[in-house]
């Protein structure tokens, strides 16, 4: 039997393109009519349908909850800011706190407004500034219900899926732009925080906690050869570490926000570039299980990254981690196996707040659409009729006692 602190954050997370629907005023829209490769259209209609989706979190035993704001509901135009959209906004958030569930807010998860994209993105210097513009207004308003803050998610992936990668939009592929993209996020995280922090200080309220959601994934050699030790170095470096070192050097980290999803098996053929950075094993060698997008299966790996983040003395919150799978017992197996080594990372002295299983509907999961079935709900799309999975169920007996059998 394990046993978790009662104090301890139990929940799911979303975010606000992946299941609000209609998000017509994002950057992700237009991408996905011109690709023609998927369509978020109507998502799971939570924009509507949020308070039944916080009964349903409720019900479920969640005492926390993360969620986005959209950008572009709120800034549909430069400078033009929607108070409309706020007010929905400031409703989702008093829906939550109704039900006693703790709210953890990102202001930047993947999406920008169209008009931000058309205007330099990211790339552009000016991006610090407009986005910094838009926190600014969402902060002023939510900061009374909200403290817990995610100023970006994820930020190594977003730049290099859509600047290095080519995979999201624009699909650039140019190491020197998604550089100057990271340098940019990097600069709008600081600046987010500190603007975050003097606005509780001159409202009088209580101290907020700010942080990003950094993804880490466990990076290991598969074969323990020079060539793989150095390219597993680099990619833990590159992908995990870096860009948490400078917010840190830079002390604008409250907690650790991470996100843990699987394993990075490094198995390099030659010394280029993009094998060192990119290349995994393809011949089956430490087979573990996989999800239905082929991701390695490795609760063991959350237990390393922990305790790799030490280091930095700061509390955790795991604010993403979870499964796309058709196999709710593999979603289960999947869970309990990640809760065990979260404990044995706490039981070996990292602070540990809570735990937010991705997610809690099944979603849009970017540029692979609707097929994985990342919930702990099922949504049947042609209906949008809600069914929570036997592994909701299981993990509410968990987040209601603290107790993992
Ligand atoms: C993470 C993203 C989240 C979701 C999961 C599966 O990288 O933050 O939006 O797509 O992966």
């Known amino acids: 039997m394990i046993k978790f602190p009662s104090n301890f954050f ?15 005023n994002s950057d992700w829209w237009p991408w996905e009519k011109e690709t023609g490769k998927v369509c978020s259209g109507e998502a799971c209609r939570h924009y509507e349908l949020y308070e039944q989706d916080f009964d349903l979190a409720k019900s479920l035993g969640h005492n926390a909850h993360r969620l986005s704001v959209e950008w572009s509901r709120v800034e549909p135009e430069e400078g033009q800011f929607s108070s409309k959209e706020l007010e929905h906004y400031i409703n989702v958030i008093l829906a939550l706190k109704k039900r006693g569930i703790e709210p953890v807010v ?5 999406t920008n407004p169209i008009w931000f994209s058309r205007s330099g993105g990211w790339e552009d210097r000016r991006s610090v500034a407009r986005f910094l513009r838009y926190c600014d207004y969402v902060v002023r308003a939510l900061s009374p219900h909200v403290r817990y803050w995610i100023t970006i998610n994820e930020p190594t992936i977003f730049f290099s899926h859509a600047y290095l990668f080519g995979f999201w939009p624009p699909q650039a592929r140019s190491f020197w732009r998604a550089r100057a993209v990271h340098d940019n996020l990097i600069a709008a995280h600081v600046e987010v925080y500190r603007r975050i922090h003097r606005i509780y200080k001159a409202a009088g309220l209580l101290r907020p906690a700010v942080s ?24 833990d470096y590159w992908y995990n570490v870096e860009l948490l070192d400078a917010v840190m050097r830079q002390k604008s980290m409250d907690f650790i926000g991470l996100n843990y999803y699987s394993r ?32 390695d299966i490795y609760p063991e790996g959350l237990y390393q990254v922990l305790l790799k983040l030490k280091r930095y ?8 981690n979870g499964i796309c799978t058709s196999d709710d017992n593999l979603r289960w197996e999947f869970l309990s ?38 919930g702990l709900i099922n949504v049947d799309y042609a209906t949008y009729q809600r069914t929570a999975r036997p592994s909701a169920a299981q993990f509410a007996r968990v987040s209601t006692t603290g107790v993992l059998e």
């Open 212 to 235: 990003l959601s950094q993804h880490v994934s466990a990076v290991v050699a598969c074969r323990p050869d020079v060539r793989n030790n150095i390219a597993a170095r680099l990619r």
């Open 106 to 110: 990102t202001l930047h998860h993947f």
């Open 264 to 295: 990075n098996l490094v198995d390099v053929t030659s010394w280029r570039m993009s094998s060192l950075m990119m290349e995994t094993c393809q011949k089956g060698h430490h087979p573990v299980k996989r999800n239905s997008l082929g991701w």
């Open 10 to 24: 139990w929940g799911a997370a979303t975010s606000a393109y992946q299941v609000e629907g209609g998000n017509r």
């Open 313 to 320: 003395d700061l509390p955790v919150m795991i604010t993403e």
């Open 337 to 374: 196996g990640h809760l065990k080594n979260i404990h044995l990372a706490m039981g070996a002295g990292v602070k540990v707040t809570g735990y937010l299983y991705w997610s809690l509907l099944d979603n849009f999961e970017w540029d692979k659409g609707f097929t994985p079935r990342f």
